[in-house]
């Protein structure tokens, strides 16, 4: 079969952009090139040409069937067409149970009609694949979904890559030079990728394709014009770039979090759900390193734990009381961020939408929740950010309440100090109730409440130690009870201290039961 500029030409009505773009997603991944419309383009005779000569141009013809289609001005105009001329592959894929037009029944008798309802999108890429000779000896590709910071920019610029997809590989043809349109398509996402950081290849198709004669100058500004609403969204990201670069030098210089104001369009452009996430920030002060994370209006900060190996366990100073926290045993620790605070009662209703905690402020620890509960919690919370957070294991737990690497000289029986009421509150001083978080002071990676105000649920299974060297360890794989660490508002200082262990069932909850969160590295 003679070189075409297309692998697939894609038949379908706009009202069903919403299957075909997966569809064209999973195309991207497999580096199928492939026409589609996705431009308002006036009609006529001239329009239907255009049409016409990317069937022609085209190893595969794909046809999304629907009711949509079935009544649509084009797609039977181009259906009948790929049929009479007799040059295409016709797969057609039907995506809903509307019966086929008798027409199309007839013209589809001979072929392997796939549909939708026991047919995934990956299916039908299968069958292009066997009918693309070109294709059938390349490597799957990564997908074009790159993300910056942790948002995924790329719903922003789909039109774009699908632009790129088709330039790159016309970029490598013969008669790329007749193709002025594409070129200017080219050049387009070239610019887009370039101020959204995609510099190798963006950079690269700049230079390579921009030529400076007037007729694409001429063609480009026709291009600009076209997609000025998209470019000036682009723009405005770019701006929201500048916008969070002056957030993150009013944190390193010392300003407050809780009076740094996100406004609401910054958060609208970066993501639906309201979502913020710096980069690291270094403290040259303190030498730490933290994100700070924004979900609707409310902000929590996650600092980096340096891993190291420590020593697990009460020791002397420490006061072992119970057996289950005698056996002191090495840990070895990769490097994980920890929040510095419980989570409060504001971010959990942001993202559950209610408040289960006894006494309610929005600044409390959030409270009466399960271990259960905060599964679920954490699931909705990493779909919202696209972040991977979890409830700390209770190698984690004790490792950054015992200060980390800055705090392995200190021993320190609670978290931070041996003075008491510095740093935590306990039956002795809280009126049997909690407290705002970090409204004591923190321990030496700037931790707040690790002893006291609430207990902490942790990820593990409850099981007695082993006295063998561990290497990140995630306790037992299963059990009856998980940990809770840190002792509460209502505990003992004895039962507050760094090494002291307790456990629950996973359903149970409690007024002084709550959790913090770890962040993958």
């Known amino acids: 079969m003679e070189s075409r500029k297309y692998d697939v030409f894609v038949s379908y009505s706009r009202k069903d952009a919403e299957i075909v773009d997966e569809i064209c997603q999973l195309m991207r991944q497999k580096q199928i090139v492939y026409y589609r419309d996705t431009q308002e383009m006036p009609g006529g005779e001239t329009f239907f040409n255009e049409l016409a000569s990317a069937i022609l141009d085209s190893v595969v013809f794909l046809y999304i069937g629907s009711k949509n289609s079935y009544s649509s001005i084009y797609t039977p105009k181009e259906i009948n067409f790929a049929i009479s001329k007799n040059t295409n592959v016709i797969i057609p894929y039907l995506i809903d149970d509307s019966p086929l037009p008798d027409n199309l029944f007839l013209a589809f008798s001979d072929l392997n009609i796939r549909n939708q309802k026991d047919h995934s999108p990956e299916v039908i890429l299968e069958d292009i694949v066997k009918a693309v000779p070109r294709l059938k000896d390349i490597v799957k590709s990564k997908a074009l979904e790159e993300k910056i910071d942790g948002i995924n920019f790329y719903p922003y610029y789909k039109d774009a890559l699908e632009y790129y997809n088709v330039a790159e590989r016309l970029y490598f043809d013969d008669r790329f030079e007749s193709l002025p349109q594409m070129r200017v398509a080219a050049l387009a996402y070239s610019k887009y990728a370039e101020m959204l950081g995609y510099t190798n290849r963006g950079k690269w198709l700049f230079n390579e394709i921009w030529t400076g004669d007037e007729e694409v100058q001429m063609i480009y500004k026709e291009q600009f014009k076209k997609n000025e609403a998209t470019i000036k969204a682009n723009i405005k990201l770019a701006e929201t770039q500048q916008e969070r670069n002056k957030i993150i030098e009013k944190i390193k210089s010392g300003v407050p979090i809780i009076q740094i104001k996100f406004s609401d369009e910054i958060c609208d452009i970066e993501s639906k759900e309201n979502t913020f996430v710096t980069d690291d920030i270094n403290f040259k002060d303190t030498d730490s390193v933290i994100k700070v994370v924004k979900i609707k209006d409310v902000m929590f900060k996650m600092i980096l734990v340096k891993g190291d190996t420590y020593v697990m366990g009460a020791s002397l100073l420490q006061g072992g009381e119970n057996k289950d926290e005698q056996v002191t045993h090495n840990v070895t620790l990769g490097n994980f961020y920890i929040c510095t605070t419980q989570v409060t009662q504001e971010l959990w209703n942001a993202i559950i939408g209610n408040n289960p905690s006894k006494i309610k402020d929005k600044n409390l620890p959030v409270t009466n929740v399960s271990w259960n509960d905060c599964q679920n919690f954490i ?83 409850y099981a007695p130690y082993d006295i063998r060297h561990s290497f990140s360890p995630n306790g037992p794989t299963n059990g009856t009870e998980k940990v809770c660490r840190g002792g509460s508002f209502m505990s003992e200082a004895k039962e507050c201290r760094v090494s002291i262990r307790e456990k629950d069932l996973p359903n149970e909850k409690s007024e002084d039961i709550g959790f913090r969160l770890v962040l993958c590295v």
């Not at 980390?404 to 000289?409: A, F, I, V, Y």
Request: hydrophobic share 30%; glycine share 10%; with cysteine.
């Open 379 to 461: 699931k909705r919370l990493n779909d919202i950010t696209g972040m991977k957070f979890r409830l700390p294991s209770e190698a984690e737990w004790e490792f950054a309440a015992k200060g980390g690497q800055k705090g392995k000289l200190n021993g320190y029986k609670y978290s931070g100090s041996n003075t008491i009421t510095n740093i935590m509150w306990y039956s002795k001083n809280s009126g049997n109730r909690p407290h705002t978080v970090s409204s004591k002071q923190s321990n030496e990676l700037g931790l707040f409440d690790m002893s006291g105000n609430v207990w902490e649920w942790c990820s593990d299974w």
